[in-house]
């Protein structure tokens, strides 16, 4: 069995993006490791081109401003990394640059690749989502997050990323088949300093609207992590090795009671639908961009 990582980035420094731990944490589930660094000003490449290992493979790209409308450009630069994967190639394993795996999970990972390898009615394998915001401590759990996502994909080229990259399709726009499994994708796009994360903000808002151009003005605002809170809980378990020293980073302020829900910032549908979610588990009207078989 071989497993090939792939990824995509750009201006990973400038915005914080745990790229280099990102990759760290996957390296010791795949024999090759495939990633497309777009044209950044920052330093990005030579970045990732210092990480000591003789598993990562480069690939120079320059994103295609004209196809920036919802996010396609993201995915265009998923499928330059994924189309360059070796043809023995079996699993292709895809982390974006702010998530991570944890090191607890492996043995889960690679179980279920092995187990699922011969079963060609699996077209990938679903992971379980932690989505960290403000703080390391809290975790998003409200409707606005996804709970799961394919990551893991068969090396099949009729395969392509989907939309503004978050997860896959067919390219005759057909679900993939999946198979759930029992680990975690540790996902720390929404921890960042709060004017970093606004410049983040402002980035992915002209990704998706060409027509957007920030003022002078927008580039000196903070995020306000505060604002439009769904739903925080605590986090109660442990981080990736790979982000202990990201972590210990945090110099800004963010604290939220979690007894308050966010609810006062929801529409009453869903605060119906997160009391039948604590209930019973299930989230009425929720996304799935796959079938689970």
Known sequence: M?????????????????VKESILSVLPLVDEYIIAVGNSDDGTREMIAAIPSPKIKIIDTIWDESIRTGGTVLAEETNK????????????FYLQGDECLHEKDYPAIRAAMEKYLADKRVDGLL?????????????????????????IIRNDK?????????????KDQRKLKVKEID????HYGWVKPPK?????????????????TPTPEDEEKEFDYYRNIDRLDLFAGTHPAAMQEKIKQV???F??????????????????????EDLTGYRPGEYKNYIKI
């Open 158 to 170: 009729n395969i392509i990323s989907w939309k503004d990259a978050q997860g896959f399709r067919f």
């Open 127 to 151: 992971f379980k989502w932690l989505h960290f915001y403000g703080k390391y401590n809290y975790i998003g759990t409200g409707r606005r997050w996804y709970r799961k996502e394919i990551r």
């Open 196 to 212: 970093v994360s606004h410049k983040k903000g402002l980035v992915f808002h002209s990704i998706h609207d060409p027509a957007f």
């Open 2 to 18: 071989k497993v090939t990582g792939f990824s995509f980035i750009r201006n990973a420094i400038k915005y914080q993006y745990p």
């Open 255 to 276: 604290e939220f009671d979690t007894r308050q829900r966010g609810f006062k910032n929801m529409k009453l549908k869903h605060r119906i639908s997160h009391i039948i």
């Open 81 to 92: 990394a994924f189309n360059a994967l070796p043809e023995d190639t079996d699993w292709a």
């Open 251 to 253: 110099d800004w302020e």
């Open 183 to 186: 680990a975690h994708i540790y």
